[in-house]
């Protein structure tokens, strides 16, 4: 009788432990489902992205080529490229996850994974051809001084685009894209050493290697097994050689070529023409103060604003506010007198100092003063004065500006001409 129930509960505890890893892959598999989702998101974004980039380019240096009137026929043809050198190592990690959804029998396309692959290597070989044709006009402008000028936008379009593409990179080698908790789960996953011994067995295929990535994972955890020690010696190794890796790469990247800026002469770079236009947004508030007396502000302008910046040092935006009134010092009330909207431009000066002018229309509620009525009226405002920027934070920036009004006479009452604002940028 003893036996009998001894070998039902063996039976209960294998079938449980059996329910545990039925659960356990099932829920793997929904994480990897969830996560090739969004992999395909983000590498059609960064496909379509570098597919429209480099047309752009294409498109340029077609025109730059038809001004120049040379008669050359041989166009640039960036897509008849079929190989190229674009390496990402987010890219063959995503290989592995991709591979072992195949394994598993999910139903997981690979297509997105392959044309964000052959886009980078378009990219790369782009470059290589923009560079051939901008040699190729160089070694000409002697006897063709006309050539200059076309060959001087050449070079600024070859940089700015190998600063683009690099801006798309960037987001392949953030290192959240590739879920840690996944890859954990993944080496718990006995399908998944299964998984690698195939992977070992083709290994003459590098497309089927494993991932600089999860050797480095892998290594660290069983050193970490074996010594504590050993683990931090191996992050410490690793460390310094993707240090030492980076410094030969970028050595690399700028031997021969013009992406580096400094090697254009009378070249500054406009770091905004490689953001997208979200980022070349700044939203910011506005504070100002008026005197009806010398010793009580007691009517105020609070409003938002928006901002495009051209460069680091123009911009134009426009804002939209409302006008309060604080009382009087012995009854301090707060209420709304008004409203308002305009535009301005800003040229920065010096790194902070910078010279702003703008255009303003405020509404003014009915108000009395001095035993007169004044009516609902709309009034007109052109400012110009200085302002003064400084950061507050890692994001944020804070400003202080001084403005004259040249149409304050013509207001009824006549208002302040000079105002002051406080402001911030996010």
Wanted: hydrophobic share 35%; charged share 25%; with cysteine.
């Amino acid at each position: 009788m003893q036996i009998k129930k001894n070998i039902w509960r063996i039976f209960l505890i294998f079938l449980m432990n059996l329910c545990m890893v039925f659960a356990q892959e099932k829920a793997i598999d929904q994480k990897i489902h969830k996560s090739i989702e969004q992999y395909n998101a983000m590498l059609e974004s960064f496909s379509s992205k570098c597919e429209r980039r480099t047309k752009k380019a294409e498109q340029r240096f077609g025109r730059y080529e038809r001004k120049m009137n040379t008669g050359r026929q041989d166009s640039l043809r960036f897509y008849d490229i079929q190989n190229g050198t674009g390496k990402e190592p987010l890219l063959d990690s995503l290989k592995l996850v991709y591979g072992f959804a195949d394994y598993t029998g999910l139903s997981a396309s690979d297509k997105s994974l392959n044309c964000a692959q052959q886009q980078l290597n378009i990219t790369q070989r782009t470059k290589n051809k923009l560079y051939e044709h901008k040699e190729y006009y160089k070694a000409q402008v002697k006897e063709h001084p006309e050539y200059d000028k076309w060959l001087d936008k050449m070079e600024k379009e070859r940089y700015y685009y190998s600063a683009q593409i690099n801006e798309y990179r960037k987001t392949l080698r953030d290192p959240s894209n590739l879920d840690d908790k996944l890859m954990i789960g993944l080496r718990s996953d006995p399908r998944f050493k299964d998984f690698l011994a195939t992977l070992t067995a083709k290994s003459q295929n590098p497309e089927k290697m494993q991932p600089r990535r999860l050797v480095q994972q892998l290594m660290q955890s069983q050193a970490a097994v074996i010594d504590p020690e050993a683990a931090k010696l191996l992050r410490d190794a690793q460390s310094k050689g993707n240090d030492l890796l980076g410094n030969l790469s970028n050595q690399t990247a700028s031997f021969g070529n013009m992406d580096n800026a400094a090697q254009i002469p009378n070249f500054t770079p406009n770091p905004y023409k490689t953001k997208s236009l979200w980022q070349r947004i700044d939203v910011g508030f506005i504070l100002q103060f008026d005197n009806r007396t010398l010793f009580l502000p007691s009517t105020g302008v609070a409003g938002a604003q928006v901002s495009f910046n051209f460069d680091p040092k123009f911009n134009v935006g426009a804002l939209a506010n409302f006008r309060f009134d604080m009382g009087e010092i012995k009854n301090i009330q707060f209420s709304h007198v008004g409203a308002g909207y305009g535009a301005f431009a800003n040229y920065k000066v010096l790194k902070a100092l910078g010279l702003q002018a703008g255009y303003e229309r405020n509404q003014r509620a009915e108000m009395e003063m001095n035993e007169n009525r004044y009516p609902v009226a709309w009034t007109s405002s052109v400012l110009a004065g200085l302002t003064w920027e400084y950061g507050i934070g890692k994001k944020a920036k804070a400003s202080v500006g001084v403005f004259y009004d040249f149409l304050h006479k013509q207001h009824t009452p006549v208002t302040n001409a000079i105002l002051w604002r406080m402001g911030w940028k996010m």
